[in-house]
């Protein structure tokens, strides 16, 4: 039997909060994720969710002056970062945890080579390392030509600056890889081609990966367990199969059929009712009271579970009535499958 796998990233209860324009805004509460070494996980959820600041603040990129960790704790291959001071965190970004955006551009230096931009995240961790072979080497394992090492970003396409961005992350040899919508901005046959290099590297790396998406096809793709968020709460969590085969939480469940090409009866693709929830004025109780076709009265008393849904170790969900929904719908699974 294999040895059990250790966690790379550990969130507990996690609860953040921004302050702004005098209102208190909580982004994140009560979130729990695991990702284990050499695991892929996926988080999807609606814009606004929550997906970016859980991002963020795994890497203490969350700006001081204006959030607040409120209660809980990150833990990174064994060692509690939740209170880190911002020299204390130039230890954890680039190894054990680095990130991909969604945008290159913006996190490329427009007047730097693209060699020079790898080198300097190398000579950040490793400085006695033989720089400009290393570079040739992180060049090659992104599938760039050398070429490219001379070159400025605005000379490239948008999927080979997004190739620059993840040579510059790998350069630290991470642990854990966090991408954050990395294929958003991209053509489709890009995006499958980025995808595809995120896999292999992985594999051959042996390295975990948090990939935060809106699309459930590319995390049903790429992941082995995902987690949904839904207003800052983590609502569904559990292998692929089971989230996507069985979804126990009604988001799930509308996520999912918003994800299908069908149109409904009326000639319509398929929408959650309502709109995103507005993080300054949740509701009292589970947060998708408003916009749930399962809503009662008990669902505005009190936020409810985690309970375990039925069927799959490990699946676990938010909602009052999951056994109704777990065992009442019947969903098909997003375009492209786990693998
Ligand atoms: Fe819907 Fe109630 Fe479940 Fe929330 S707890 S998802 S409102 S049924």
């Known amino acids: 039997m294999p040895p059990p796998r250790q966690n790379i990233l550990e969130i507990e209860g996690l609860t953040l909060s921004y302050r702004a324009r005098g209102a208190v805004v909580r982004a994140m509460d009560g979130v729990n994720l695991v990702v284990g070494d050499g695991e892929a996980v996926g988080l999807v959820g609606e814009s ?15 700006p001081e002056r204006v959030s607040r960790i409120e209660a809980g704790r990150i833990v990174i291959a064994g060692r509690d970062v939740t209170r880190l001071t911002q020299a204390e965190w130039e230890g954890v970004r680039g190894n054990p945890v680095a990130i991909v955006f969604q945008d290159p551009l913006s996190y490329l230096n427009p007047v730097m080579q693209i060699g020079r931009q790898i080198a300097e995240s190398i000579l950040r961790h490793t400085p006695d390392l033989k720089v400009a072979a290393r570079v040739d080497e992180l060049l090659e394992l992104v599938r760039l ?23 510059i992350a790998l350069a630290c040899r991470p642990r854990l890889l966090i991408a954050d919508e990395p294929t958003t901005a991209l053509d489709v046959t890009t ?18 990966m948090l990939l935060i998406s809106h699309d459930l096809g590319i995390v049903a793709s790429a992941c082995e367990r995902i987690y949904v968020m839904y207003a800052g709460h983590t609502v569904e969590w559990g292998r692929t199969q089971a989230v996507f085969g069985y979804p126990a939480h009604p988001y799930t ?16 693709f398929a929408t959650i009712s309502g709109d995103p929830p507005n993080l300054a004025e949740l509701p009292t109780g589970c947060p998708f009271v ?20 039925q069927g799959d170790a490990g699946h676990t969900v938010r909602c009052w009535r999951y056994h109704e929904t777990a065992s009442g719908i019947a969903v098909a699974r997003p375009a492209r499958d786990a693998g």
Request: glycine residues 10%.
């Open 290 to 309: 408003p916009r749930c076709p399962y809503a009662m009265a008990e669902c505005s008393r009190a936020m409810p579970g985690p309970f375990d849904a």
């Open 191 to 208: 995006q499958a081609e980025i995808l595809a290099l995120l896999k292999d590297l992985r594999q051959r790396l042996g390295m975990a």
């Open 48 to 62: 606004g969710s929550g997906k970016s600041s859980l991002a963020r603040v795994v890497l203490g990129l969350v």
């Open 253 to 268: 469940i509308g996520l999912l059929k918003a994800a299908q090409a069908a149109r409904n009866a009326q000639g319509r």
């Open 145 to 167: 030509p050398p070429a490219c090492a001379t070159a400025y970003p605005h000379e490239l396409s948008g999927g080979m600056r997004q190739r620059a961005l993840l040579a």
